[in-house]
Structures are given as structure tokens and as C-alpha cells.
């Protein structure tokens, strides 16, 4: 009779697992308790864990005896019932557990669990401050151990739920979770500067100045003290801006603080302080005022517009306008941009029109920096956020629009680990959920998008003519099979036609971009006598070449191993670096123009947080002449000086073997063609193939992306692909090749005859092994008109937890990969 008036809750665990659990809150807690908060709670017979309240009923388990929640962590939510709307519709959309969901959406400061470490604040003056007999104790321990876990913590103050007392004492700044210190987490102080109060009367001043007299570097620090006093007026004047106003070492400064004329005090500056930016204003010209007007008309129709803006066309201008009248009605606006690289440029645009209210979110952010994003969003502090996929879970008090810009990017679909999104996708579902409208740009839709504008659910708007009315660039193609047949090649990757323009752009003190979408030196090493090549241990691939490094590297799993020196099946000494990187590219370049400054964009090149920021904006401030690098450069950029743009080799783009390759090329193509001639005059873009003839290459010279879109639209109905029907891939992988073979093919007996799909497969994918697992995939086709996905998806999930219920098969990883990129 009891358990009729108790209160359960069903928490989120932050784990891989497909139900929610039930948990009993104690009298004392019930009033603490709202769905959104955290409470932590014992799972398994050890481990305790920050789990979310996901619902709150009356209602007792059944089947197993509800444990008792430790304690509430949090005073306020930190999400809203809506946010668990969009979490359960990712989750049953996209196949993956809710568990998946709190791993990959909330920063890993909210997920504290019992392995977490703790150490002491290296900052915390312990003489200061006054502890309670726990926190003493802890304390003292972290002062022989220097490191203790939750379970160690839990064992010295006798008590199992520790988490109340830790909150404590990271308020306190007594500890710092582990965490943190692996983000190299500290509080940001700045060292401010003061004059000591005795100086502020005139007569002490006067006086001041006459014993300073004769030392020229200490009068110097008083005088650049008070002239930034006076323009500053009340603002903190910090340390590091004296010394270089008044262009002194720090020894003098430290002889004033020891005499009594100054005071070094600190102050806690937040790590995300944006600089103060003057706003500018800009009128729109004739096409862009026409193009928002037609979004608005059609926003009263239909919720997504897209816009299809041809690049340079002055998209951002349209979004900037549109985002000034959301955030005047009070509302906050959501910028999904594909690639980190992306966001440091645009958001330097964007902060221009917008200043202090307009932050960045990405996953090169340190935890601290994502909890302090976090928790800003959620006051509605930050009106404009701009980022990457991750960004569409942020805690948004009132959105009202989403803008989702080169919305065709593969870069928007989450690969590893679940969950596998596609951040477009979802934020439509986002946009929908918040009653807000969306906006997605491109100058190359994907074809599913441009499918929904043909049948009417989305509408469209075009700009078609260039910002500044600039020419769109010429485009050739320079035949390398042909220039090296007749031996004009300058180097073994550029041909005669690409050398000459760079010579005439570098000539014309212009810019340059080269495009080979391949990292490191080459692909491959090979012998001349038997052909072998090394390959990783790990994977099914061959490994490929780093100069900078000299050594071979697994592109999947990291792998890394010397450059043999013979052939490893024959002993050959003959062996020859085939195909082109990124590195070599620059290489040769560095070679052929000695003079001419080159940097390299990739992942190797924008591995730290602000690498590629630094790469970009040397760019720009034209500190290089040439600049070498993968995708990452066709994602947006813009650049005023560069005149030219080359492609590499364009083979590798159209050959490769998926149903979207030419799509891909071509608008892969657009997008880097784009770059060139952006301000002031045409463009050129010289692309190197030895397929001069292709119909993507001739489509993309005639400037018809549409007959592209139209002629693949008709074989992918013919043949059964998006946009017609859905695709779910099934992914099964183990470390044997026999265990994950008959996996595969007693998974497709179980779904054969029961489910309203063409199912092909199982087949081995084109790098069948990685990270030492064999990789096999069944392909789903779902007709869109005719399945219930809903009840496929059910079925799908029902026939793996099948399969994982067999003995033989339980150690078989299996995921559903829905709309695989």
C-alpha cells in the first residue's frame, strides 16, 4: 500500500544500453526532484553514476526491486522536457539508445561517474580556508595520494554517495575532477595592476613623481599606468598591457609592487570572453533584398526554405538580415556550419553584425569551454550560436531559427560512434519541435533536398548572380594523360597548363589554391618487381606515407611503422612512393617556386584547437602565396586574392564506387571552383584529369548542376536509391572472419521474408578489416510510400537482439546505420 504514493523516476544512464531504469526517491528527496535534473544512483552492484531524470510516475518495476537515488545534483534543470522530445525522436529515428544520446550530447562534466578521478587544486590556499571534517579528510588524503578515485573517496569518509560533498568542493575550488586536469583545466585569472590607495591624493602623487625622477623605466610604468587609468576609466588595467604600453620588462614593475607604489591583485576571467566587436551595418543589393523577401512569402506556406545561392553569390548577407529579425523579436538562432574549419572564418563575419551575442561550438572546445556554452545557451545569453553537427544538442531556451549553410556536406553525418545522425536531418525535426522555420543554403543542393523542392514540401529560392556582379570563373581542364604522353609534365603531379597559371597568378601577386583530396606524401609504396605494398596490421588498407614524419600511417586506426627498406616478399631494394598526398603536393611546389610561400590545410596540417584557424587567417593576411589542402578547402571559405584554383587529379573523385559519387564530385568540384575570383575580377580553375571528356567534368564547364541532378534522379529511381527509398545499413563486426560471416548470414535468415525491404548483402565493405575487426553489411531498401518504417526499425532491432541472444554470436558487435552516408 506503501509503494502506491511513492515516487519512482526513470533515469538516463550515459551508456550503451536500450531501456531507461527505474529508481525510488526518498521522502526527503521528493521535493528536490524535476525531470531534466541529475541524481546519482548505484548501477550494478559498485559503480554510482550522474544519471538524468528522464520521467517522473508512481508506478513500481516489476520485474526487479527499484534502488533508492543517492541525492539530487542539480538546483536547476539541465534540460527541458522539450529537449527529451528531440532526444526520442533521434533515438528511435536513428536506431541508437538514449544512453547513446547523453554520451555524445551533454559535455563530460555532467557525466561523472565512479571512475572518476579527483586531485587538488594546485590554486586552493588550504590556510585560508576553513573545511568541514569530510572535506578535511579528502583533503588530506589527495596530499599523500595526490590522485583518489570516487570508490577511494567513498572508503575514506565512510559513506557511498559522495557526490554532494564533491559538488562542495569543486565550488570551493578545494579539488579539480580528472577530468578537467586532462584539458589542462584551470580557472583563467588575469593579473591586474593597481595603484596603491596613499597615491591617489594629488600631494602623494606630486610627490611620487619627484622621487621617481631619476629612474626613467619606473617613472615610464607610472605614467603608461595613468594614462590607460584614463581611458579605461574603471576597467581593470591588466599586467600584460602595461608592459607593452609602457614597453618594460616586468623587473621594474615587481621594484614599484615592492616599494608600495602599485598592487598585483587577480581576477577570474571567463575563458569564453568574447572581445568587444564594433557592429557594422550593410545594405543588401537588388537580388539579395528580392531572395529574403521570397523566403519570408514562402515561410508563411511552408516551414524550410532552400536556398540556392551560386557561390560568392552573398548567401551570408541574406542569413545575416534574416538572423538581425530573430534576434530583435528576442530569440535565438542556430548556424550549422559542416567543418570546424569553417567556423573560425564565419564566425569572425558574423560577430561583425552581432558582436558579444554570437559564439562558437565545436568539438576542438575543451570540456570546461563546452559546459560554460552550455550553460549560456540555456540562460539565452548567447542569442547566435554557430557550429558544427554536435551543436543541434544545446539547451536552447527559445530558438526561432535554424539556418543549416552547404546543407549537401557528408561532413553533417555522424559516422563513429553512435549516435549516427545527419545533423540537417535532425535539425529539421529541432526546428519542428521549437516551432521555428529553417533555412537551408547551398550553391549544389543534395539531391534528396532538391527532391523535396520538385515535389513541393520544401521551397526554394535561387540567387544566381554574383555579389559585385564578378564573373563565375572560367573553367579548363588540363589533360595529363596527354602532357605526359608528350612529356610537358613540369613535375610527376604538374602538368605544363597548371604551372603556367600559377607562374601568371604568382606574377600578378595573386593567390593560389591546389586541391588534392588525399592527406600525406603518397598513397602507397610499392615494389617494382613483385608489386607488394605494406599494408597495416590492423586494417584492410595499405598504409600511407608521411614525409614529415618519414614513416608509413594507418589512416583508420593510427598505425604507424617505418619506411622498409626492401621489399618484405622479394628483398628487392626497388621501391617506389606511387600516387599524391597533400605533403607531396607541397613538396613539389616548394621545388618549383622557390620563392612563393606554401602552407598545407588537412587534418595532419589542423590537428591542434586553433590550428586551422591559424592556417586561414595567415591566408587571408596573405602571409602565404599558395595554399595546398584536402576538403577542408571547399567548405565555404572566401578569400579576395586568390585568382585561381587547381585541381590535382579529379580521377580519384570520379571514379569511386557509390551511388552518389558523381553528385559528390560535382558539387565537390562547384565548391572548390567557387574559391577562385571571389571580390574583384574572374576567376580561373584549372582542373587535371585524364578523363577531359566526363560528363561530370563537361556539366560542371557548362555550369549545369541541374542536368546532373536530373539524370542521376532518374537512375536512382530505376535502381532503387534515396530519394525514392530509404536505406538502413546493418553493420556487424568481430575479430573473427568466420564468427562475423555466419553472424551476417543467419541475421539476413531472420530477416528474409519478414520485413518490407530489398535486402542485399551480406557483403564485405571496400576496407573490410579495421582495428583488427572483420566488417561485414546488409543493405535495407525501403520504399517511401510503401513501409511503415517505424514498424521495419522495431523489426530490424528485434531481430538483432535475436541474434545477440545466441551463445555463439553474443560477442558480434551489430549497429544499424540509418540513411548511411
Known amino acids: 500500500m506503501e509503494d502506491q504514493f511513492a515516487t519512482f523516476i526513470n533515469v538516463i544512464l550515459p551508456l550503451h544500453i536500450q531501456q531507461v531504469y527505474t529508481y525510488r526517491v526518498p521522502k526527503e528527496w521528493e521535493t528536490e526532484i524535476a525531470i531534466g535534473k541529475r541524481v546519482a544512483i548505484q548501477f550494478g552492484s559498485k559503480k554510482v553514476y550522474a544519471a538524468l531524470i528522464y520521467q517522473i510516475h508512481h508506478k513500481a518495476p516489476l520485474n526487479y526491486e527499484a534502488k533508492y537515488i543517492y541525492s539530487v545534483i542539480d538546483d536547476e534543470p539541465i534540460l527541458s522536457e522539450k529537449h527529451f522530445l528531440f532526444w526520442d525522436w533521434v533515438s ?358 532538391y527532391y523535396q523542392t520538385l515535389i513541393g514540401k520544401y521551397a526554394k529560392v535561387t540567387l544566381d548572380a554574383r555579389f559585385h556582379e564578378v564573373e563565375m570563373p572560367q573553367i579548363e581542364t588540363a589533360n595529363i594523360s596527354e602532357e605526359r604522353r608528350v612529356k610537358s609534365m613540369v613535375s610527376e603531379d604538374i602538368g605544363k597548363q597548371l604551372f603556367d597559371a600559377i607562374t601568371e597568378a604568382l606574377n600578378n601577386n595573386e593567390q593560389v589554391i591546389l586541391f588534392q583530396n588525399r592527406r600525406g606524401f603518397a598513397p602507397f609504396l610499392s615494389c617494382n618487381t613483385c608489386e607488394w605494398t605494406p599494408r597495416c596490421k590492423n586494417c584492410d588498407i595499405s598504409l600511407t606515407y608521411h614525409k614529415f614524419i618519414d614513416s608509413l600511417k594507418c589512416h583508420y586506426c593510427g598505425y604507424t611503422q617505418q619506411q622498409p627498406s626492401s621489399c618484405h616478399a622479394c628483398g628487392s631494394k626497388q621501391l617506389t612512393l606511387k600516387g599524391v598526398g597533400t605533403e607531396k603536393v607541397e613538396d613539389e611546389l616548394k621545388n618549383l617556386f622557390p620563392l612563393a610561400r606554401v602552407a598545407r590545410l588537412d587534418l595532419d596540417a589542423a590537428k591542434t584547437k586553433h590550428g586551422h584557424e591559424e592556417i586561414i587567417k595567415s591566408f587571408e593576411e596573405k602571409q602565404f602565396e599558395i595554399l595546398v589542402g584536402t576538403q577542408m578547402l571547399s567548405k565555404g571559405l572566401d578569400f579576395e586574392h586568390v585568382s585561381l584554383v587547381g585541381v590535382i587529379n579529379a580521377d580519384s573523385l570520379l571514379g569511386f564506387p557509390d551511388f552518389r559519387a558523381h553528385e559528390k564530385a560535382l558539387q565537390l568540384l562547384i565548391q572548390v571552383s567557387g574559391r577562385a575570383g571571389r571580390k574583384h575580377k574572374r576567376g580561373r580553375v584549372v582542373i587535371q584529369t585524364t578523363m577531359p571528356n566526363h560528363f561530370v567534368l563537361q556539366v560542371l564547364q557548362q555550369n549545369k548542376y541541374q542536368a546532373l541532378l536530373d539524370r542521376d534522379l532518374e537512375e536512382r529511381q530505376k535502381f532503387a536509391y534515396p530519394p525514392f527509398y530509404r536505406l538502413i545499413k546493418i553493420v556487424l563486426k568481430h575479430r573473427d572472419y568466420k564468427t562475423v560471416d555466419q553472424a551476417s548470414l543467419k541475421l539476413k535468415y531472420l530477416l528474409n521474408g519478414e520485413i518490407n525491404a530489398m535486402i542485399l548483402g551480406p557483403e564485405s565493405p571496400h576496407v573490410s578489416r579495421i582495428r583488427n575487426f572483420y566488417i561485414k553489411e546488409i543493405l535495407l531498401k525501403i520504399n517511401r510510400t510503401a513501409a511503415d518504417l517505424d514498424g521495419i526499425k522495431r523489426l530490424v532491432r528485434t531481430k538483432i537482439n535475436m541474434l545477440s541472444e545466441e551463445k555463439v554470436f553474443r560477442s558480434v558487435v551489430v549497429y544499424a546505420d540509418v540513411d548511411p552516408g
Not at 157 to 183: A, D, H, T
Not at 263 to 277: E, F, H, M
Open 92 to 449: 528511435k529515428y536513428y536506431m541508437c539508445s538514449l544512453g547513446d544520446l547523453m554520451q555524445a550530447a551533454l559535455p563530460a562534466a555532467f557525466k561523472l561517474e565512479s571512475e572518476t578521478s579527483v586531485v587538488a587544486n594546485p590554486s586552493f590556499d588550504f590556510h585560508d580556508a576553513v573545511l568541514d571534517d569530510k572535506e578535511y579528510l579528502v583533503y588530506e588524503a589527495l596530499e599523500i595520494r595526490h590522485e583518489l578515485s570516487l570508490a577511494d573517496i567513498s572508503e575514506i569518509i565512510q559513506l557511498k554517495n559522495v557526490f554532494p560533498l564533491l559538488k562542495s568542493m569543486v565550488k570551493k575550488g578545494i579539488i579539480i575532477l580528472k577530468e578537467e586536469l586532462e584539458e589542462k583545466y584551470k580557472e583563467r585569472k588575469l593579473t591586474c595592476i593597481k595603484l596603491a590607495e596613499k597615491f591617489i591624493d594629488e600631494t602623494e602623487l606630486e610627490k611620487l613623481f619627484d622621487s621617481l625622477s631619476k629612474n626613467e623605466k619606473q617613472l615610464n610604468l607610472l605614467m603608461a599606468f595613468l594614462h590607460l587609468k584614463q581611458s579605461q576609466k574603471d576597467a581593470d588595467i591588466d599586467k600584460a598591457t602595461l608592459l607593452k604600453i609602457a614597453n618594460s620588462t616586468a623587473a621594474p614593475l615587481q621594484t614599484l609592487i615592492k616599494k608600495g607604489v602599485f598592487v598585483s591583485y587577480q581576477i577570474s576571467v571567463d575563458r569564453l570572453q568574447l572581445a568587444k566587436t564594433e557592429v557594422q551595418t550593410f545594405e543588401l543589393n537588388e537580388a539579395q533584398e528580392l531572395a529574403l523577401n521570397q523566403i519570408k512569402t514562402h515561410w508563411l506556406q511552408k516551414d524550410i526554405v532552400l536556398l540556392q545561392g551560386i557561390t560568392g553569390s552573398g548567401k551570408t548577407h541574406v542569413y545575416v538580415r534574416l538572423i538581425q529579425e530573430q534576434l530583435e523579436l528576442g530569440k535565438q538562432v542556430l548556424f550549422l556550419l559542416p567543418e570546424i574549419a569553417l567556423t573560425s572564418q564565419i564566425i569572425k563575419r558574423i560577430r561583425r553584425f552581432f558582436g558579444e551575442a554570437c559564439v562558437s561550438y565545436h568539438s576542438k572546445y575543451n570540456d570546461q569551454e563546452r559546459v560554460e556554452i552550455w550553460q549560456r545557451v540555456k540562460e539565452g545569453k548567447y542569442k547566435v550560436v554557430i557550429g558544427a553537427r554536435s551543436s543541434i544538442f544545446l539547451p536552447f531556451k527559445d530558438l526561432g531559427l535554424c539556418i543549416v549553410d552547404e546543407e549537401h556536406e557528408g561532413s553533417y553525418k555522424q559516422q563513429d560512434p553512435a549516435p549516427r545522425y545527419h545533423a540537417r536531418d535532425a535539425a529539421l525535426m529541432l526546428a519542428h519541435i521549437n516551432g521555428c522555420k529553417v533555412l537551408l543554403g547551398s550553391a549544389t543542393p543534395s539531391m534528396e533536398v
